[in-house]
């Protein structure tokens, strides 16, 4: 099964495609011919271009396929761990290389871990990506009640961080910051005191993991929309390269090169 989709990944593919193959048809056939010919033959403008730009834009499938992939970062769904305008890589080794096209995986490698932070194809739409923190693997029994998670029966601690100050907040304006520890990866999450409980509990199935947003009463994830299949996975975020705060408008440095655990 796949999930076809025209993105940015695709066009990048097909650029190689038609590039390589020119690059490849002039290096081996029409240059000689050109190098016997006593008029100074030169390549036309589009045999200039491919053999320009072919090797830039393999390197950049490369890279951008097979090792780490930038993203931007457009919700709140990730507070505090992550913020809008943080701009992050993706290790795309971490879970198995897929093609870039039908993401089909071709070479296995690890699977998620309980806290890892991925990024992943949107189950109900895989031409969006979502990004969100696994708490739950393949047969793991995920319950949340009054705001705090349980994994397979055991609650997932939580220590008061303090208060989060944030804009367009419901009163009184302000969320607890917790500090989390899922099996032990600890990190934090917030919770919005003004935000009923919405307690359950769910099974996850094989071959699938329940992900959850830090920014547990403002997140748009698996308790709506169900489970991630293992075939939908990116990548796993590691490093936020640069951050751009829109109320003050300017970058910041202050981010730069964090570690995302």
């Not at 947003?213 to 990116?234: I, M, Y």
Request: glycine share 8%.
């Amino acid at each position: 099964m796949t999930d076809f989709h025209i993105d940015f990944a695709v066009i990048l593919t097909a650029l190689t495609l038609v590039t390589g193959v020119v690059w490849a048809l002039d290096r081996w056939l029409l240059a000689p011919r050109r190098a016997q010919r006593i008029d100074g033959a030169k390549p036309g403008a589009f045999v200039e271009f491919c053999n320009s730009f072919f090797p830039v834009i393999f390197i950049v499938l490369v890279l951008r396929s097979f090792v780490a992939e930038p993203f931007r970062i457009p919700s709140g769904s990730m507070i505090p761990t992550l913020l809008v305008g943080d701009f992050i890589l993706v290790n795309k080794f971490t879970f198995g290389l897929r093609d870039p096209v039908f993401h089909y995986k071709f070479l296995k490698a690890g699977e998620p871990q309980r806290g890892d932070v991925v990024v992943f194809r949107w189950p109900v739409d895989p031409s969006k990506d979502f990004i969100k923190r696994i708490v739950g693997l393949p047969g793991d029994r995920i319950a949340y009640r009054d705001k705090q998670l349980f994994v397979n029966g055991e609650p997932a601690p939580l220590q008061p961080a303090g208060v989060y100050t944030a804009p367009g907040l419901p009163p009184p304006g302000v969320v607890y910051r917790l500090t989390e520890n899922l099996t032990g990866v600890e990190h934090h999450v917030l919770v919005n005191p003004a935000r009923r409980p919405d307690d359950f509990e769910f099974v996850v199935p094989p071959g699938e993991y329940f992900a959850m947003g830090d920014n547990r009463d403002g997140s748009d994830d698996s308790r709506r929309w169900g489970t991630v299949p293992e075939r939908n996975l990116v990548g796993k975020a590691f490093m936020i390269w640069m951050s751009w705060d829109s109320a003050e408008t300017r970058i910041d440095f202050s981010r730069i090169g964090k570690r995302i655990k």
